[in-house]
């Protein structure tokens, strides 16, 4: 598939789609084993995906012999990268075991295994929605409701079923945008550029934004398109950069868009948003949790020119792959620490610590 790097990109030459060292120096954490390991303890929810995952495949027993199949090349793959050996000049990296986990999950004959899960989650967050958006839009300080905003964000992504510990809590039953809301991180947060943020959003709006968005439900519907729409009310257009193809819980372009027409259906801002083209929703190309900007759909590429704003979320994109990365425009990544892998490598912070990190525009 021939793809372009996203024209934002400060120098493609030296982008790197991965924030974190997985080979550290031997008194370095996470060691190697520890990183390797944040993604075996993910294989238990995984597992049980696709054990139900009855559209796959409609046959029990060929379901589970699947599944298990899946489970013992994953594990083995795990254990084989243990040894730095292994590397074979192409550094271990997070983007390199997400696209494994997938690779192994599609070879099995599980193509989309959160598809029931993702539907579930959008319905009951579009449900939220309307009471949210009315209390966003009460909040009369243009700052604080930045802040509300951004909180939304942060609580939103705690739906993620790709993370161990936010798996097991949203099994449990115990993920909730507003009681995650309320228990968020006081500031300053593990990553806090907020108040640069906000100096700029006090001078003129953005012209044109593109918002890569991470997991369906609460995370996209009542974390990033409330922001979204803050966005187009300030006179902002926003293109909405989903995947192409299904990953883990994540939503794809193809499931974004009857949510953004459903939710035009009772928001006059959104609803002229897509009648005048100053809302889109653009597949990436991409077919991972993380993203590499430097490996998008040519086409998305051609349409990312002249933004002023790039937003990445979700720990994955936000995180994990692009934290550190240079851009020609302004920058903003919001996410969740949600491994305490990852809170260690952000230099410390709690489980669940915030990241806020805003990059002004090179002068
Ligand atoms: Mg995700």
């Not at 795990?78 to 192409?90: C, H, R, T, V």
């Amino acid at each position: 598939m021939r793809t372009s790097p996203l024209p934002l990109l400060s120098n493609v030459a030296t982008y790197q789609a991965n924030t974190f060292n997985y080979a550290p120096a031997p008194d370095v954490r996470p060691t190697r084993a520890e990183w390797i390991d944040s993604f075996r303890r993910t294989t238990s929810e995984f597992r049980s995906r696709v054990e139900a995952d009855v559209a796959a495949i409609p046959d029990a027993a060929q379901r589970c012999a699947a599944a298990a199949e899946f489970v013992d090349r994953f594990t083995a793959e795990l254990e084989a990268l243990e040894a730095p050996a292994s590397d074979a000049g192409d550094p271990l990296c997070c983007l390199k075991l997400c696209a494994l986990r997938d690779r192994l999950l599609r070879e099995a004959g599980f193509p989309d295994c959160f598809k029931a899960v993702k539907a579930a989650e959008n319905a009951k967050a579009l449900t939220l929605l309307p009471a949210l958006l009315a209390e966003l839009d009460g909040v009369s300080d243009p700052q604080q409701r930045l802040q509300a905003l951004i909180e939304g964000v942060f609580a939103g992504n705690i739906f993620d079923l790709g993370a161990a510990n936010t798996a097991k809590m949203f099994s449990d039953g115990g993920l909730d945008f507003h009681s995650t809301r309320a228990k968020l991180q006081a500031r300053p947060w593990t990553v806090d550029n907020f108040d640069a943020l906000a100096a700029r959003w006090a001078g003129p709006p953005h012209a044109r934004a593109v918002m890569f968005v991470d997991n369906s439900g609460s995370d996209v519907v009542l974390g990033m398109l409330p922001l979204c729409r803050e966005l187009l009310k300030r006179g902002t257009a926003v293109l909405l950069a989903a995947n192409s193809v299904p990953s883990i819980n994540d939503v794809t372009a193809a499931e974004l868009a009857p949510i953004c027409a459903a939710i035009a259906a009772f928001d006059p801002v959104f609803a002229a948003a897509l009648a005048e083209g100053r809302l889109r929703v653009l597949a990436t190309g991409s077919d991972l949790p993380v993203i590499d900007l430097a490996q998008l759909s040519p086409y998305f590429c051609e349409q990312c020119e002249g933004c002023d704003l790039v937003i990445l979320e979700g720990m994955g994109r936000g995180i994990e792959t692009n934290l550190t990365a240079v851009f020609k425009c302004d920058a903003l990544c919001l996410g969740m620490a949600k491994h305490w892998e990852v809170c260690l490598a952000l230099g410390g912070g709690p489980l669940f610590g915030c990241v806020c990190r805003f990059q002004p525009a090179p002068q």
